[in-house]
């Protein structure tokens, strides 16, 4: 069955320093991968997407991820946090049902917080 | 280009009282979907449906329901609310159901 493990609930940065955020998944089959944000009381925001092009996938924001297939893992990564990279982020895996529909199965997500 | 859009932005109910929270998918896109986000319980998928019928249902009782019409515009009926129904329910959508989903800013259901 698919599934995908955030591994860190809460991760705690500094602004300008670097944010690493984890995520795990199982698929049977290759499978379509998203990041999206989730600012306070917002709906949620596309960051990015890998559908088995590159294995670095660049996204809005200066956010980027990369998908390792022998680790099963596609981590979130971006060089400096500004303070407005505060918020929830979530990973999700796209699961493929017959006749060619698909839903997303979402990670618990990871909240971010920058300080000053 | 509009986002997706979703009315009301908050919703204010007592226990056993039925809500209808309403969703506008991005023109061209069909399919709808909708979860529940609910404080410790992650985003949890409801209903999904793609020109007009109901593709696929997560693990809810059958008072959650809903509707797509004509438009694609879609529907979320929740009957006999209960306090444990208070979340934030976040309406996506894409063009087909093999895409990413887009979401809307959700509305804020509160039970009392």
């Known amino acids: 069955a698919q599934s995908v493990t955030q591994l860190d609930s809460h991760v705690s940065v500094s602004e300008g320093t670097p944010v690493l955020l984890r995520c795990n998944y199982s698929?049977?089959?290759?499978?379509?991968l998203f990041w999206y944000v989730q600012h306070p009381n917002k709906g949620l925001q596309l960051l990015l997407k890998?559908?088995?092009?590159?294995?670095l996938v660049k996204g809005i924001n200066g956010f980027e991820a990369e998908f390792k297939k022998s680790e099963t893992s596609f981590h979130l990564t971006k060089p400096s946090a500004h303070m407005s990279d505060a918020a929830e982020y979530f990973c999700?895996?796209?699961?493929?049902?017959?006749?060619?529909?698909?839903?997303?199965?979402f990670g618990a997500g990871t909240r971010l917080a920058v300080h000053p | 280009e509009a986002g997706v859009t979703q009315s009301p932005t908050h919703l204010i109910k007592t226990r056993g009282q039925q809500a209808t929270l309403r969703c506008s998918p991005i023109?061209?896109?069909?399919?709808v979907y909708w979860y529940q986000q609910a404080l410790g319980l992650g985003l949890q998928f409801l209903l999904w449906?793609?020109?007009?019928?109901?593709?696929n249902r997560g693990n809810f009782p059958p008072r959650f329901s809903g509707r797509q019409f004509p438009n694609y515009s879609s529907e979320l009926n929740v009957n006999a609310l209960e306090l444990e129904d208070s979340a934030l329910y976040l309406c996506?959508?894409?063009?087909?159901?093999?895409?990413?989903?887009?979401f809307g800013p959700g509305t804020r259901l509160t039970v009392l």
């Open positions: 999700v895996v796209s699961v493929a049902f017959s006749g060619g529909y698909n839903k997303l199965i």
């Open positions: 890998y559908t088995s092009a590159a294995t």
């Open positions: 996506a959508s894409s063009p087909g159901g093999y895409n990413e989903q887009f």
């Open positions: 698929s049977s089959y290759s499978p379509s």
């Open positions: 449906y793609d020109e007009g019928e109901e593709r």
């Open positions: 023109s061209g896109h069909t399919s």
